[in-house]
């Protein structure tokens, strides 16, 4: 009999296209996000969750051996924690605000300190032995064998939402014969996903979902989705710092500004394992490394063009900050109360501080105006929010990264029949897809690799320069300015620049 030692999270489904891509990730994950808004226990249908247990204690050790257990004696999904509190309230603040990502709890390893909790749940919680386990979670295990893409049939949206209710969700676990590094925690509270907005921690996790697969298959990283009930950031923080020895770091995602500043810079000050936010940094480093190749292609310099942004929040502050890193001049940031400017009376504290190094000559007005003559438009907003009129104002060879999720706030062959010199969105059936699945699987596998505590400025700026590096000059095109999002050259390329 196999002696097993480790679990990793694994993808129910092969990602070797494009087209697997949009319907496992974006935009196709977006659909299964919007049925589980609307109906909540549809969350069973379109993720693992149905099949998904977490194993608390306070001895990471000791919760992988009992999942190990349920996984090989029963095929439960089963997820090992340790929580580093034996307060009762710390214990309960834990087990209710995951309930999100998983259909059961086992605490029967620290059943003596549980038992008088009365948590407030509406999944099962194991507090000791029982008759039947299986029965008593209520778990089910989807498994897919010899799946064919073309079995799905319809629009990219309806594909996804037929392999999710077929499979349960994309991600399983495995059991391995060798012992496995603790997986990253990609730690959502659903309140900014993709750009759906506050949808919450059930509705987002098929995205959480689609990100481990993609750790998974480009970088060999195993990570474990998850979603928080709680959008109190005290809490966010205060339950990662509890959780955080079960993993070998955090991926924060899709936390809403101005809230995930906050999360985040006190996860880094307070936290021994790297904290990295891949909307604000994931996205400040693939936005980077396209601008350098579209300006080349243009034949114009960073630090002489007009940028414009639609969207200030936290993925537009964080693009924004990188390229003034990279010596850009001029930019002005525009939101839905028009441009970022000091002392603006709408400004929150992360608006406020980047209005010091932007919008240099005091603009006032909206983003129709603001747009006027900008060599580069960078969208990180809303939907349609660029018309005909507003490209054709644009200075000579425009460059346009229209990058709101699932749609942009325009279409790429819009803006390319409007005059957009380069057109580039976040979707990968379109070309030029500007996508955080190009840095962070590279960029945990090379963290984790190098034991590095901290992500720095520097390491962003040198994975920023190592991708735009990998289209060669005689590749780059206006079709073609970064790599393809499954190009398996780029994940290594990027975890060896993070030294």
């Known amino acids: 009999m196999k002696q097993y030692n480790g679990i990793k999270i694994v ?21 299964s996000c919007l049925k589980i808004k609307d109906d909540i226990e549809t969350s069973y249908d379109y993720t693992n969750r149905e099949n998904s247990v977490a194993v608390i204690s306070f001895d990471y050790q000791k919760s992988l051996k009992r999942a190990i257990f349920l996984k090989n004696t029963l095929g439960i999904d089963a997820y090992p924690l340790e929580i580093s509190s034996t307060e009762k309230d710390k214990i309960k603040l834990v087990v209710e605000n995951i309930e999100p990502s998983f ?5 029967s390893i ?30 089910v295990s989807k498994n897919l064998f010899m799946f064919s ?43 900014a996903v993709l750009g759906l907005g506050n949808i919450g921690g059930y509705a987002g996790l098929p995205v959480m979902e689609g990100k481990a697969v993609l750790f998974q298959e480009l970088g060999d990283v195993s990570a474990m989705p998850v979603c928080l009930k709680t959008q109190n950031p005290e809490e966010v923080i205060e339950i990662v710092l ?51 190749n579209a300006l080349h292609l243009a034949g114009k310099k960073i630090n002489e063009v007009k940028i414009v942004f639609s969207g200030a929040g936290a993925a537009a502050i964080a693009v924004c900050k990188l390229i003034l890193a990279l010596g850009a001049k001029d930019i002005t940031m525009f ?74 706030e325009i279409m790429p062959d819009e803006a390319k029949k409007f005059g957009a010199y380069i057109s580039a969105s976040g979707r990968s059936d379109f070309p030029n897809q500007i996508n955080n699945s190009l840095i962070f699987p590279g960029l945990f596998n090379g963290v984790l690799k190098h034991n590095i505590r901290k992500i720095t400025n520097e390491i962003k700026l040198n994975c920023a320069f190592a991708l735009a590096s990998l289209v060669k000059d005689e590749e780059l095109s206006t079709e073609y300015i970064l790599p393809d999002a499954l190009d398996r050259t780029v994940p290594k390329t990027i975890s060896d620049n993070v030294i």
């Open 149 to 191: 893409y073309d079995t799905l049939k319809g629009t990219i949206s309806e594909k996804s939402l037929q392999l999710r209710k077929m499979a349960g969700g994309v991600i399983e676990t495995e059991l391995t014969e060798e012992e496995q590094k603790k997986p990253v925690g990609i730690i959502s509270d659903g309140s």
């Open 103 to 107: 259909g059961a709890i086992d605490l």
């Open 110 to 139: 620290i059943s003596k300190e549980v038992q008088n909790i009365d948590f407030d749940i509406s999944i099962p919680v194991l507090k000791g032995v029982v008759k039947d386990l299986k029965e008593f979670f209520l778990c």
């Open 11 to 31: 993808s129910k489904a092969e990602v070797s296209s494009k087209d697997e891509l949009a319907i496992i990730y974006t935009p196709g994950v977006a659909a």
């Open 242 to 292: 509890l959780l955080q020895n079960s993993f070998s770091g955090i991926n924060l995602e899709d936390i809403k500004a101005p809230e995930c500043f906050k999360i985040e810079n006190e996860l880094i000050e307070k936290s021994e394992i790297p904290i990295f936010h891949d909307d604000q940094h994931g996205t400040a480093i693939v936005v980077a490394a396209a601008l350098l």
């Open 335 to 408: 939101d839905i109360d028009g441009a970022v400017y000091k002392g603006r009376e709408q400004n929150n504290f992360a608006h406020e501080e980047i209005a010091k190094y932007t919008n240099p000559n005091d603009f006032k007005g909206t983003l129709k105006d603001g747009i006027v003559c900008a060599d580069v438009f960078i969208g990180l907003s809303a939907p349609n929010l660029l018309n005909e009129e507003m490209v054709k104002s644009m200075s000579k060879k425009p460059i346009i990264f229209a990058l709101a999720n699932p749609t942009p």
